[in-house]
């Protein structure tokens, strides 16, 4: 009985630990999903499970830069399909959305404004697409700057 | 009258009698319980019935006889159960608690020159290479990932 029940706390222990790591791997399950949808032309289809994707709860175990690179990572990918989709509305707001759980320098919050400025400018909002685009640029080119002259960048 | 609201005959009391002495004192010798014999066997077997669960000392003793080779480990004493108990709670604690961050891997040039080149007004056709970029990204990063956090690919 008593073993039972150190066999029986291990494996919560084991079940809990774990949970983080489903999430990546459902994470990339999803994006491999997403990637053969698109292949077929079904970018709707694909949208769907990229936003089932963001809409999932993350485990507390993940890191907080993790989590953020993940998850702007795919909102990137949703404001890509919404404007290949010509629905520079629905882009915007995937981006914002993306921008929303914070800004540092990396290429995921770079690829986020580029989109988003894609996104302003085919809705007619220059001005607010060239702020973006400005503030991609800066981040991509210290980036850039940085892989240049040999520098770990993220 | 019913049977049973009927006094006990003489036979009946002294046959009670009989069952009543030979469930107190079941050595005597030479006593003659062949009358009672069926009532007393179902007064044993209820009295049996009733004291068969095992204390804790005569259930060590019965494991001892019956498996004399068991691990002491098998057997531990409060002592270490509490230990146990106390490393599984700091266990399930620091479970919970969020990991340091994965190492991602940098981005390469070619991903960071897509997107200097994608970050420009007009330039529409400039986001096909960044896609194409970022989904080789995107495999080193989930590579990076799988390995901190120990999935199973």
Redesign the interface.
């Known amino acids: 009985m008593?073993?039972a029940c150190?066999w029986l706390?291990?494996g919560?222990?084991a079940g809990?630990?774990g949970r983080?790591?489903?999430w990546?791997?459902e994470?990339?399950d999803a994006?491999a999903q997403a990637?053969l949808l698109v292949r077929r032309g079904e970018r709707q289809q694909a949208s769907r499970v990229l936003e089932e994707l963001v809409s999932r709860p993350v485990p507390?175990?993940?890191?907080?830069?993790?989590r953020r690179?993940?998850l702007q990572?795919a909102y990137?990918?949703l404001a890509?399909l919404a404007?290949e989709e010509r629905r520079p509305s629905q882009a915007l707001r995937y981006a914002d959305a993306g921008l929303g759980l914070g800004e540092t320098r990396?290429?995921f919050a770079?690829?986020l404004?580029?989109l988003r400025?894609?996104a302003h400018?085919a809705l007619g909002q220059?001005a607010e697409?060239?702020r973006?685009?400005e503030a991609?640029?800066i981040v991509?080119?210290a980036?850039?700057q940085e892989?240049?002259s040999g520098?770990?960048?993220? | 009258m019913t049977s049973e609201e009927r006094p006990p005959t003489e036979a009946e009391a002294r046959e009670a009698d009989l069952l009543a002495h030979a469930l107190e004192d079941p050595a005597r010798p030479g006593r003659d319980v062949a009358a009672v014999d069926d009532a007393l066997g179902t007064a044993w077997l209820l009295r049996a019935s009733k004291s068969a669960e095992l204390s804790e000392l005569r259930a060590r003793a019965v494991l001892k006889r019956a498996w004399p080779g068991r691990p002491r480990w098998l057997n531990p004493t409060p002592a270490a159960m509490a230990a146990l108990g106390a490393a599984a709670a700091v266990a399930a604690i620091l479970s919970l608690l969020p990991r340091g961050p994965a190492k991602l891997p940098p981005p390469p040039v070619p991903l960071l020159r897509a997107q200097v080149a994608a970050a420009r007004p007009g330039a529409q056709r400039a986001l096909a290479p960044l896609e194409a970029e970022m989904d080789a990204h995107r495999e080193r990063l989930y590579g990076a990932l799988a390995r901190a956090y120990g999935t199973r690919r």
């Open positions: 008593k073993a150190v706390v291990a919560a222990l809990c630990g983080a790591a489903r990546v791997e994470a990339a994006h990637d507390a175990q993940v890191a907080a830069q993790d690179a993940v990572d990137a990918r890509g404007l990396d290429v770079s690829s404004r580029t400025g894609r400018e220059d697409a060239a973006d685009y991609a640029q991509a080119e980036l850039l892989a240049l520098g770990g960048a993220r």
